[in-house]
């Protein structure tokens, strides 16, 4: 049973508009999210996160938005560069440190493409 | 500061046959982790290491077997290569603010 869901497996967007990737998650114990970048033949590399206490995080053109009573969360990029081309990982914790738990639920990825 | 690595980047390995892929990391980290990401499937966390001396399974551990030996590394061993087995690995430590740094990866084709 998938716990952290992207249900578009792929993306496509102009350079210079918006990039919206989306995340559902079904554990209602989740309070940590992350979104990794992944380009081929690399391994993935952090992106931004966001805590259940929060329902937005900004750095630079990546937002993140958390709806925590949909149990979703998307990441917004603006405005998208051919460089922002890659795989987009959600990833999901129920608390690294506070409940013991260290583990992270990734989704399946979207493969975003800008084009130029 | 090399971050995380892992030797081998690729290989290829008949049914059967063992092998052992290594991974270091010289950001002192405590925690480190094994995933493998296969097309369709995201990454799935294999085996995982609170510190030194110490394994725990994670979600796909069977035909995998790990150690942690010494701080700065965390092995995977494969004992009898099976083709369901040929994927990408990557290795991972968990850092400052709750991130995990990834290493380049491995690729492993089992014939």
């Known amino acids: 049973d998938q716990q952290v869901k992207q249900n578009s497996p792929s993306l496509s967007v102009q350079e210079g508009r918006i990039s919206i990737l989306n995340c559902d998650y079904t554990?209602?114990?989740?309070?940590?999210f992350l979104w990794y970048k992944k380009y081929p033949a690399e391994g993935p590399t952090f992106l931004i996160s966001?805590?259940?206490?929060?329902d937005k995080n900004e750095d630079g053109r990546f937002t993140v938005f958390l709806n925590k009573s949909a149990k979703h969360l998307s990441l917004h990029i603006v405005p998208s560069q051919p460089g922002d081309s890659a795989v987009y990982f959600c990833?999901?914790?129920?608390?690294?440190?506070?409940?013991?738990?260290?583990?992270?639920?990734f989704g399946k990825g979207t493969k975003l493409t800008v084009n130029p | 500061n090399a971050g995380v690595t892992q030797t081998p980047k690729f290989r290829v390995l008949k049914t059967g046959q063992s092998m052992t892929l290594l991974c270091a990391q010289d950001m002192n980290h405590e925690y480190m982790y094994w995933y493998r990401q296969d097309p369709g499937m995201g990454l799935r966390l294999i085996h995982y290491?609170?510190?030194?001396?110490?394994?725990a399974k994670g979600e796909v551990p069977d035909g995998y077997n790990v150690s942690r030996l010494k701080k700065q590394n965390f092995l995977l061993g494969l004992e009898s290569a099976a083709p369901s087995q040929t994927s990408v690995y990557f290795c991972?430590?968990?850092?400052?603010?709750?991130?995990?740094?990834f290493g380049p990866g491995t690729r492993l084709l089992v014939l």
């Open positions: 991972a430590t968990l850092g400052y603010g709750e991130t995990q740094y």
């Open positions: 966001i805590s259940s206490i929060k």
């Open positions: 290491s609170v510190g030194e001396g110490t394994t």
């Open positions: 990833a999901a914790s129920d608390g690294f440190f506070s409940s013991g738990s260290e583990k992270l639920v």
């Open positions: 554990n209602s114990m989740f309070d940590y």
